[in-house]
């Protein structure tokens, strides 16, 4: 059974740092790439960040270029967001997520949420003083 379960969330002073964890269990990860979406409240779901499936190429949203990093250690089933010089709009429920790929695609990653196969349920980050 396939699972993606977020952690790391929690309340941070504005201009600290978080770092977000989504473990994956079910599956190899090695054919998918990963997102992080978020969602504050009454707000659209947004695009995050993403990372290919070979690990070799990123993309983030503008609104975080520079502060957040992704990251993915296939050994450990784990991809990660660091997230530094956190703000109170950085507030919101973020969201895991993984796309199956084939192999002419190993190296490109979308913040868009579509072609999403899993889905996880969410951590809340607070940025507030």
């Known amino acids: 059974q396939v699972h993606l379960v977020e952690s790391g969330g929690g309340l941070v002073q504005p201009g600290g740092s978080l770092r977000l964890s989504c473990e994956a269990s079910?599956?190899?990860?090695?054919?998918?790439?990963f997102n992080w979406f978020r969602q504050a409240p009454g707000k659209e779901r947004e695009g995050v960040s993403c990372?290919?499936?070979?690990?070799?190429?990123?993309g983030y949203a503008d609104s975080v270029k520079g502060r957040f990093t992704i990251s993915r250690d296939n050994a450990k089933n784990t991809v990660y967001l660091q997230m530094n010089s956190l703000k109170p709009d950085d507030t919101a429920v973020y969201y895991c997520?993984?796309?199956?790929?084939?192999?002419?695609?190993?190296?490109?990653?979308?913040?868009?949420?579509?072609?999403?196969?899993?889905w996880g349920k969410g951590t809340l980050v607070t940025v507030s003083s």
């Open positions: 997520a993984a796309s199956q790929v084939g192999l002419l695609f190993r190296h490109t990653c979308t913040t868009s949420a579509s072609g999403m196969n899993f």
């Open positions: 079910g599956f190899t990860l090695d054919n998918f790439a």
């Open positions: 990372i290919s499936s070979s690990g070799g190429r990123t």
